[in-house]
């Protein structure tokens, strides 16, 4: 993602959107976007891939994220615990499971209750570890 405003200049990267470096209130103003995300991905099964392309309206500051956007981030922060990664922040194991939880949405076929149950089982040996004397050490 490239925030509005913000010079890109790397080989091989679509021109940007918004030209003219400028600051990020200037560049909504005059777009009424914040910026633009682009993905592209291939199905397993296809021989060509596919580009998504969505932008973020101005208005979006201070409204919600939608439920599957939230659940998603849940994953993402459960995996920065996993790997403790550095960026982690004050992420925990318990704020993934109320965010997973809150935006589980319909599940049908109970893969984001299964999350949850992975969230919970690593809380749970995250915690024995915890507790575990060191190994050598009285």
Do not use: C
């Not at 996993?82 to 318990?94: A, H, I, V, W």
């Amino acid at each position: 993602m490239v925030p509005a405003g913000v010079p890109l200049t790397l080989p091989g990267v679509d021109p940007l959107k918004y030209q003219q470096p400028t600051t990020a209130p200037t560049a909504v103003a005059a777009t009424g976007e914040w910026l633009t995300a682009k993905m592209r991905y291939k199905h397993p099964e296809a021989d060509t891939s596919r580009e998504l392309v969505r932008a973020m309206p101005g208005d979006a500051l201070g409204k919600s994220a939608p439920a599957d956007f939230q659940f998603a981030a849940a994953v993402a922060e459960f995996g920065m615990l996993l790997r403790q990664s550095p960026y982690k922040g004050t992420s925990n194991y318990d704020h993934v499971l109320v965010a997973a939880e809150a935006n589980a949405g319909t599940d049908p076929g109970k893969h984001r209750a299964e999350f949850t149950a992975l969230v919970r089982q690593a809380r749970r040996l995250t915690k024995v570890a915890a507790e575990e004397p060191i190994a050598g050490k009285n």
